[in-house]
């Protein structure tokens, strides 16, 4: 049973930092992980994507977060990070971690989030 576990969230003045991290178990294969990635949830706003990155280290990067936002990972400990700096109060939000398997088809496992304020 796949689990992603986030972890890093909290309460930031405008211009901070946050470093976001997600820990996945229950794999089995790790060759099967296609990518895994960060989305966010805005109060009354759809889930979106924030960055994601690929097993070959490709990464992908909403336009909002680009310069700002550095994802990576960790193949050995299946883990990813989001680096978020110079954060905006329009950064606040629930993230949440992803990741697609791929085996037959590309299956999504969801974490349950964390939720990042950007207030003063």
């Known amino acids: 049973q796949v689990q992603l576990v986030e972890s890093g969230g909290g309460l930031v003045q405008p211009g901070g930092s946050l470093r976001l991290s997600c820990a996945a178990s229950?794999?089995?294969?790790?060759?099967?992980?296609?990518?895994m990635g960060w989305y966010r949830q805005a109060p009354g706003k759809q889930r979106e994507l924030v960055a994601d990155?690929?097993?070959?280290?490709?990464?992908n990067y909403a336009d909002s977060v680009k310069g700002r936002f550095t994802i990576s990972r960790d193949n050995a400990k299946i883990t990813v990070y989001l680096q978020m700096n110079s954060l905006k109060p329009e950064d606040t939000g629930v993230y949440y971690c992803?990741?697609?398997?791929?085996?037959?088809?590309?299956?999504?496992?969801w974490g349950k989030g964390t939720l990042v304020t950007v207030s003063s």
């Open positions: 992803n990741l697609v398997q791929e085996r037959l088809a590309k299956v999504d496992y």
């Open positions: 229950g794999i089995g294969n790790i060759g099967s992980i296609y990518a």
């Open positions: 990155i690929t097993s070959g280290g490709s990464t």
